[in-house]
């Protein structure tokens, strides 16, 4: 660890000292800190400043916070959370005789932060009695500097912004989506451009959301990392997993609603016609559902129930006896409870939807050939294995096993319960096709305990395949009992089939 943060030991007689610039002293107090307080959430921030204690930490962020305000700067909570560590860590080596000089290297510095900085060193020694030398103002300069900008201060023919172009592009012939939107564009620009930034300074971010928004997005996550690869080629930056977070909290911004329009429930509304009531009736339940649902209006008294083509039917008239539909029966003005109910028949619908598609996943696109049982393996012979059976049965070419290991570098497909997603970028195999391997012993993968690889080979017509179903498989095998079932009653690939068949059943 000390090798990354460019410090070395020395050693004097009895005495071993820690040798190197100041700088990178405090960035590796930051990441044992951050490392034993588990990442910048508010809980973990406040047990890393509980080593800390010196300075109150709700009144350095106060400092900080209003000290961008003068200065008309703007920076998000993780962001401002960040900094409050760095201005506390620097103000006990200060106090420790541990002050940081002006480095060489030490960039030019934005006027906005230079001014901000100085605000909270006058700040602090008005409010704290600590005092911020120059060489330390500067320092926090720049850390502010990585960290702003605006989306009027950067052109559409910025390089980042061309950069940024040209990797969304990319990204959506190779998932089959529609970016067009050039102001996203623009704002992605400006982050690319000072997280690039900050990667060629050395100033690392700690993102609080990675584990859980890893687990939760997968399908997001794994876009950020497509375009991160797609950075780091053309830029030679490397760009670390919590930078990864941050760009997926941007292409989820955008992206989500059209990644789960497949999850869309369509309902259809039999309202019959009284005045303005159709209308009241479809506004309170789309308040109450939101985006998770389509809503149509059909009025009539007299409706062709077996003609209707939804995947649920909310009516105000009573429902035939012995109807074989998704149906819920509510007044005209549904009450609290009414709501509810149709909520759960939605969220049941949706859970039907997806099952069917996990049950497809796992059995149409796998045969025999493709899955295998193991008493324990590692996961290089694990994707060795399942890329030698790819290739065998005419699926993969001889590169893929590559491929795959080089998406892997990039950022781990282990996911919480057990559960592993490995697959390559390149979308050029024969056909669409998964292999399986479950273990008896636990696999260690990038330092998470697997039981249970699903490799994805896709052709250039599986991409849809991939993109609809990745979140599905992954939300079904985060649980750990559920995986645990699964290993432990697929003893062949017919047990493995009929395993996913009974655990996609389960509510």
């Given at each position: 660890?000390i090798?990354?943060?460019?410090l070395?030991?020395?050693?004097?007689g009895?005495?071993?000292r820690?040798?190197g610039?100041?700088?990178?002293?405090?960035?590796?107090?930051r990441?044992l800190?951050?490392?034993s307080?588990?990442?910048?959430?508010?809980?973990g921030?406040?047990?890393?400043l509980?080593?800390?204690?010196?300075?109150?930490v709700?009144?350095?962020?106060?400092?900080?916070?209003?000290?961008l305000?003068?200065?008309?700067?703007?920076?998000?909570?993780?962001?401002?959370i960040d900094?409050?560590l760095?201005?506390?860590?620097?103000l006990?080596r200060?106090?420790?005789?541990?002050?940081?000089?002006?480095?060489?290297?030490?960039?030019?510095?934005?006027?906005?932060?230079?001014?901000?900085a100085?605000?909270?060193?006058t700040?602090?020694?008005?409010?704290?009695?600590?005092?911020?030398?120059?060489g330390?103002?500067?320092g926090?300069?720049?850390?502010?500097?990585?960290?702003?900008?605006s989306?009027?201060?950067?052109?559409?023919?910025?390089?980042?912004?061309?950069?940024?172009?040209?990797?969304?592009?990319?990204?959506?012939?190779?998932?089959?989506?529609?970016?067009?939107?050039?102001?996203?564009?623009?704002n992605?620009?400006?982050?690319v451009?000072?997280?690039?930034?900050?990667?060629r300074?050395?100033?690392?971010?700690?993102?609080?959301?990675?584990?859980?928004?890893?687990?939760?997005?997968?399908?997001i996550?794994?876009?950020a990392?497509?375009?991160?690869?797609?950075?780091?080629?053309r830029?030679?930056?490397?760009i670390g997993e919590?930078?990864?977070v941050?760009?997926?909290?941007?292409?989820?911004?955008?992206?989500q609603r059209?990644?789960?329009?497949?999850?869309?429930?369509?309902?259809?509304?039999?309202?019959?016609?009284?005045?303005?009531?159709?209308?009241?009736?479809?506004e309170?339940?789309?308040?109450?559902?939101?985006?998770?649902?389509?809503?149509?209006?059909?009025a009539?008294l007299?409706p062709?129930?077996a003609?209707?083509?939804?995947?649920?039917i909310?009516?105000?008239?009573?429902?035939?006896v012995?109807?074989?539909?998704?149906?819920?029966?509510?007044?005209?003005i549904?009450?609290?409870?009414?709501?509810?109910?149709?909520?759960?028949?939605?969220?049941?619908?949706?859970?039907?939807?997806?099952?069917?598609?996990?049950?497809?996943?796992?059995?149409?696109?796998?045969?025999?050939r493709l899955f295998r049982r193991v008493?324990?393996?590692?996961?290089?012979?694990?994707?060795?294995s399942?890329?030698?059976?790819l290739?065998?049965?005419?699926?993969a070419?001889?590169?893929?096993?590559?491929?795959?290991?080089?998406r892997?570098r990039?950022?781990?497909?282990?996911?919480g319960?057990?559960?592993?997603?490995p697959?390559?970028?390149?979308?050029?195999?024969?056909r669409?096709?998964?292999?399986?391997?479950m273990?008896?012993?636990?696999?260690?993968w990038?330092?998470s305990?697997?039981?249970?690889?699903?490799?994805?080979?896709?052709?250039?017509?599986?991409?849809?395949?991939?993109?609809?179903?990745?979140?599905a498989?992954?939300?079904?095998?985060?649980?750990?009992?559920?995986?645990?079932?699964?290993?432990?009653?697929?003893?062949?690939?017919e047990?493995f089939?009929?395993?996913?068949v009974?655990?996609?059943?389960r509510?």
């Amino acid at each position: 660890m000390i090798r990354e943060f460019d410090l070395a030991l020395t050693r004097s007689g009895n005495t071993i000292r820690l040798t190197g610039r100041e700088s990178d002293r405090r960035r590796l107090v930051r990441q044992l800190l951050l490392g034993s307080a588990r990442g910048a959430t508010g809980a973990g921030l406040e047990a890393a400043l509980h080593e800390l204690n010196r300075y109150p930490v709700a009144e350095l962020s106060r400092i900080l916070e209003a000290a961008l305000a003068e200065s008309t700067l703007d920076l998000h909570d993780y962001e401002l959370i960040d900094l409050t560590l760095h201005l506390a860590i620097a103000l006990e080596r200060i106090d420790d005789g541990h002050s940081r000089a002006a480095e060489d290297g030490d960039p030019a510095l934005d006027p906005r932060a230079l001014a901000a900085a100085a605000h909270v060193g006058t700040q602090l020694e008005a409010d704290l009695g600590a005092r911020l030398p120059d060489g330390e103002v500067r320092g926090l300069a720049e850390l502010i500097g990585t960290r702003i900008g605006s989306a009027a201060a950067i052109g559409a023919d910025d390089e980042n912004v061309r950069l940024v172009r040209d990797v969304v592009d990319e990204l959506s012939a190779q998932y089959a989506l529609d970016i067009t939107d050039d102001a996203f564009v623009v704002n992605l620009g400006l982050h690319v451009r000072n997280m690039l930034d900050r990667a060629r300074a050395g100033h690392s971010v700690r993102n609080p959301l990675r584990a859980e928004f890893k687990q939760s997005h997968p399908l997001i996550h794994d876009l950020a990392v497509f375009v991160a690869s797609r950075i780091e080629g053309r830029t030679g930056v490397s760009i670390g997993e919590d930078e990864i977070v941050y760009l997926a909290l941007h292409l989820g911004t955008y992206l989500q609603r059209s990644l789960e329009a497949h999850d869309v429930v369509d309902v259809v509304c039999v309202v019959p016609r009284h005045y303005d009531s159709r209308t009241a009736f479809i506004e309170r339940l789309s308040v109450h559902l939101g985006d998770t649902v389509r809503l149509r209006l059909l009025a009539s008294l007299l409706p062709d129930w077996a003609g209707i083509n939804a995947d649920l039917i909310v009516s105000v008239i009573e429902l035939p006896v012995g109807l074989q539909r998704d149906a819920v029966a509510v007044t005209p003005i549904p009450s609290r409870a009414e709501l509810d109910r149709i909520g759960d028949a939605v969220r049941r619908v949706r859970h039907r939807k997806s099952a069917a598609r996990i049950r497809w996943t796992l059995t149409e696109l796998l045969d025999p050939r493709l899955f295998r049982r193991v008493a324990r393996t590692t996961r290089d012979e694990a994707l060795r294995s399942m890329c030698e059976d790819l290739t065998a049965a005419g699926v993969a070419s001889d590169g893929f096993h590559e491929d795959v290991l080089a998406r892997e570098r990039l950022s781990s497909t282990a996911f919480g319960g057990q559960i592993a997603v490995p697959h390559s970028f390149r979308m050029d195999c024969s056909r669409t096709a998964i292999s399986v391997v479950m273990s008896e012993e636990p696999i260690d993968w990038g330092g998470s305990s697997v039981r249970m690889v699903v490799l994805f080979a896709l052709s250039p017509t599986g991409r849809h395949a991939y993109r609809d179903v990745l979140g599905a498989v992954i939300a079904m095998l985060s649980d750990e009992a559920r995986v645990a079932r699964i290993v432990r009653d697929s003893a062949d690939y017919e047990d493995f089939v009929r395993a996913i068949v009974a655990e996609t059943s389960r509510n």
